[in-house]
């Protein structure tokens, strides 16, 4: 079994910064890929980044220049560190991973608000 625990996310006023963190544990012999998505208030939950097993970043629009994904494959940890922060970021947001068996696992989401 694997199991996704968040952690990092909280308030932060606009322009402000937050890391985000997301470590998988249990049974998993290999990650092919890591990311992120966020769910806003009445909203889909949306993607915003991903990075593969060789470290190659995507990124959302919305948030590409203020956002960065980096992975620690020997803790199976995958972190996002999120600056400029705007109102608009603030949502619930949930790690994701895909094992080298193409199987999906998620994190059950930590809150990122951003207000002053």
């Known amino acids: 079994q694997v199991q996704l625990v968040e952690s990092g996310g909280g308030l932060v006023q606009p322009g402000g910064s937050l890391r985000l963190s997301c470590a998988a544990s249990g049974s998993i012999f290999s990650i092919a890929e890591m990311g992120w998505y966020r769910q806003a208030p009445g909203k889909e939950r949306e993607w915003v980044a991903n990075i593969m097993s060789r470290k190659t970043t995507i990124y959302a629009a919305s948030v590409k220049g203020r956002f960065t994904i980096s992975r620690d494959n020997a803790e199976n940890t995958v972190y996002l560190q999120m600056n400029s922060l705007k109102p608009e970021d603030t949502a619930v947001y949930y790690c994701?991973?895909?094992?080298?068996?193409?199987?999906?696992?998620w994190g059950r989401g930590t809150q990122v608000t951003v207000s002053s």
């Open positions: 994701k991973i895909i094992s080298g068996s193409r199987i999906q696992y």
